[in-house]
């Protein structure tokens, strides 16, 4: 405990405000908003699966980013250092989170291999065969080619890491986020001005609820998890190199707003495309990988914006896997003391070769299954977003709500005055720990508190439960 305490004062911190910003909306942007996201939202009634989205992102992902940030500057800790300042008895919530990261780590950066391989596919033979159905089974399936792409893209990962936080993380976010913004937006317009566009625009916000299930809502529960890289300790670890200076409010909420945005950007981007060329706007996974590129070569400047496009998209993942590696990475430091180079060399190592069973899950290994019925690829992606990120938050909801420092409460007052009778009677929340982390010692305002804390300890946990129990069975 003595040595994780002066690891945390001897800790590196972000330079800035903006570099946090950038950072962490950098974990919370990636594959789950340029890929995931349109095609749920094709898949799922256009804005109906939005609505839905936007309203479970307002009540339960907002205030649980929060509640994940706030323990991260707390502890000034990894996950499990943090965690066990709040109480010892909770190490193991931490050490779930990198559990979680290890699964998310062995699948996310073999879709980054995929990414590099149609990065480098538009360079150099794009719109020579138009079978785009085929090209990326043949690639996916191939026994070596996804490895050596994983490799190629876990090296990135592996340098930006290892040069730290300021150096690698703050300094690489503060590049390739306002790229992917820019990128974004060029392709969007393209994609909008395309004729027949109009189509999906409208698909987009015309809701149609008939399509709205049960299931849409455990997508959409799952994908907020996913997006805003909640429940595993990112957002807690990047938290944890937040000055005890910054506001936390203010910093924690501009992480969901680019989030969705960019989400939102991203279907505008691709659905008017899909219905500008009459393709299948309920495709699915394959959205990405076998539509859009067929979409780019009947396009008129379709190699350019295939290339940016998959540029955008190597960014979008590389910044958020570095965020899976950093937890990892900072609690070997923080506990046994390794050096940064040592620890980042060590994980990536490790982490590479448990993605190779995930590369070759749609070859060699398609017909081995770890869940009844998934292959080692979705089994990976199904544990980590479907029941960890979940469970995870069902657990930080619990733990700021009911265990930190006695819990959010509410409490009476009364001051007695000198004759003993009550004289003055104040009711209001009990600035403990978690309250007192959030507006620097009670120096700044914590706009919404009352809701927050409402939510924190009521309905977060049981919503998610309740969505959660419907999810296993
Ligand atoms: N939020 C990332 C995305 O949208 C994925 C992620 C999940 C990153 C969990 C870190 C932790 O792609």
Redesign the pocket.
Known sequence: MESDLSQAKSRSHWSSTFGFVMAAAG??????????FPYLVGANGGSAFIVIYIILLFFIGVPLVIAEITIGRFGQLNPVGSFGLISPRLKWVGGMGLV??FI?ISF?PVVGGWILYYLYHSFVSFGENPDYAQIFTSYTSNPTYPIITLFIFSVLNYLIVALGVEKGIEKYSKIMMPALLVILLVVTIRTLTLNGSWEGVKFIFHPDFSKVTGKTILAAVGQV????????G??LTYGSYLSKKDNLFKSSISIPII?TLVALLATIAIMPAVFAFKFEPAAGPSLIFVTLPAIFAQMPMGTFISVIFFTLMLF??LT??I??LEGLVSYLIDRWHWKRFTATTAVAIVIFFLGIPCALSFGLLKDVSVLPGKTIFDSMDFI??NIL?PFGGIMLSICVGWIWDGGLRYETIIVKNQKGNPDVVTNGYVFNSCLREITNQGTLNFPFMSAWIFIIKWVAPIVVLAIFIDNLY
């Open positions: 974990s919370a942007v990636g594959l789950g908003n340029l890929w995931k979680t990261g998310l996310y998890f996913f997006s805003l890289s909640l429940g595993m990112a957002l989030d979008a993942a958020s896997s965020s899976m980590a977003s990120l």
